[in-house]
């Protein structure tokens, strides 16, 4: 007797496998979803390749086992455990840019300098809110310092208002680490003049 026909495969084994199947397909496909919004088009056809054969797989064994209801179980509980998975593996990549907007009415010159400190670029603007003059302060960071800015802002300005948004693309700027990106023109003007002969092509 094949063991793939004892109990134990058909009520215990089979049902883990697909439980795993669909951690890692969702898992997968949360993370797909990651790179499918930065743009990145190699990684996420590659991962949605290994996401759908490893659904196909589970879907294959449920539909070859219709009247076992702990494989239909095993199918729920994974998919719900790899949303869990997923988002928990986003959180820990922290992959990505977001645009960070603080709206205070008290002196933002310290949170500014904070942010510069941090080795971002803040945008400090004079504006008027609903109550009257409020500061507005505009810096696209890196998720993984998200929570960072967050505790400096709720420390040193609890009535700040604060927005988050996600980016796709973000073209020049200043982040940690390096410096900020030179536009391609700046660029080939640049290599225009080290060439000798060449025009001056401002």
Request: aromatic share 12%; glycine share 8%.
């Amino acid at each position: 007797m094949p063991f793939i026909d004892t109990a134990l495969f058909k009520w215990v084994l089979l049902p883990f496998l697909i439980f795993l199947a669909r951690i890692c397909d969702v898992s997968i496909g949360t993370i797909r979803l990651l790179f499918l919004q930065r743009g990145h088009k190699l990684w996420a056809p590659l991962l949605g390749f290994f996401e759908v054969i490893i659904w196909l797989l589970a879907i294959r064994q449920i539909m070859q086992n219709l009247n076992n209801w702990v494989c239909y179980f095993a199918y729920g509980s994974g998919f719900a455990m790899g949303n869990y998975i997923g988002i928990k593996l986003e959180e820990k990549l922290a992959y990505g840019r977001l645009v960070l907007r603080i709206i205070t009415q008290a002196p933002a010159g310290k949170l500014a300098a904070s942010l510069r400190s941090m080795g971002y670029g803040v945008t400090q603007l004079d504006a008027k809110g609903a109550t009257g003059p409020v500061n507005l302060l505009l810096a696209v960071i890196e998720r993984k310092d998200l929570v960072r800015a967050v505790d400096w802002i709720e420390a040193h300005h609890p009535g700040a208002f604060f927005s988050i948004e996600d980016t796709r693309t973000v073209h020049a700027g200043t982040f940690p680490g390096r410096k900020p990106f030179p536009s391609v023109r700046r660029s080939f003007t640049g290599l225009l003049k080290r060439i000798p002969g060449k025009p001056d092509a401002s």
